[in-house]
Antibody
Framework: EVQLVQSGAEVKKPGESLKISCKGS????????IGWVRQMPGKGLEWMGI????????RYSPSFQGQVTISADKSISTAYLQWTSLKASDTAMYYCARPRGLAVAGSNAFDIWGQGTMVTVSS | DIQMTQSPSSLSASVGDRVTITCRAS??????LNWYQQKPGKAPKLLIY???SLHSGVPSRFSGSGSGTDFTLTISSLQPEDFATYYC?????????FGQGTKVEVK
């Protein structure tokens, strides 16, 4: 079974750092992009960025460029989303998702989703 | 970035109703348009990809159409399990932007 399993919920203080994870299984991890999607409480979905674990090619949304870092460790089939200095406005559910196809643009869509990681930033 | 605009933002409907949601792109995206369903507390699920292709396991009452800048998602006969929020998303170019969502509520 193809699946993505994300790390557990986090509660952090403003200014702290954080790295959450997304482990893929049941498929060739290095052959598919993995994306990250933010959902703030009661709000819609926001595409943050995407990484190709095979060569670490990474694309960011301009809205998130410089605010987060997306990485992957193909030896353990895991993608990461990290912050160096969290803000209260980073409070959100974060999903990782795998597209059904191999292209980063064109006919493609997220068909496999992780269960989500809730990040709460509060003093 | 390509902007995606859905309408309406919410709608009220009854079981058995035909429901149509519209999504408009700020520029032509060919047929690179996807639709997702999200229920409270759950991850989104893919319904339709490439504007009109039904994802595996999705009931045939869901259908999509359109190309260029204007797209629609239609639920032919709304079922109790279809009350949810629906999002369109373009995959024409990164960033793969989402629409703001359409919440389908019980009338």
């Amino acid at each position: 079974e193809v699946q993505l399993v994300q790390s557990g919920a986090e509660v952090k203080k403003p200014g702290e750092s954080l790295k959450i994870s997304c482990k893929g299984s049941g498929y060739s991890f290095t052959s598919y992009w993995i994306g990250w999607v933010r959902q703030m409480p009661g709000k819609g979905l926001e595409w943050m960025g995407i990484i190709y674990p095979g060569d670490s090619d990474t694309r960011y949304s301009p809205s998130f460029q410089g605010q987060v870092t997306i990485s992957a460790d193909k030896s353990i089939s895991t993608a990461y989303l990290q912050w160096t200095s969290l803000k209260a406005s980073d409070t959100a559910m974060y999903y990782c998702a795998r597209p059904r196809g191999l292209a980063v643009a064109g006919s493609n869509a997220f068909d496999i989703w992780g269960q989500g990681t809730m990040v709460t930033v509060s003093s | 970035d390509i902007q995606m605009t859905q309408s309406p933002s919410s709608l009220s409907a009854s079981v058995g109703d035909r429901v149509t949601i519209t999504c408009r792109a700020s520029q032509s995206i060919s047929s690179y348009l996807n639709w997702y369903q999200q229920k409270p507390g759950k991850a989104p699920k893919l319904l339709i990809y490439a504007a009109s292709s039904l994802h595996s396991g999705v009931p045939s009452r869901f259908s999509g159409s359109g190309s260029g800048t204007d797209f629609t998602l239609t639920i032919s006969s709304l079922q109790p399990e279809d009350f949810a929020t629906y999002y369109c998303q373009q995959s024409y170019s990164t960033p793969w932007t989402f629409g703001q969502g359409t919440k389908v509520e019980v009338k």
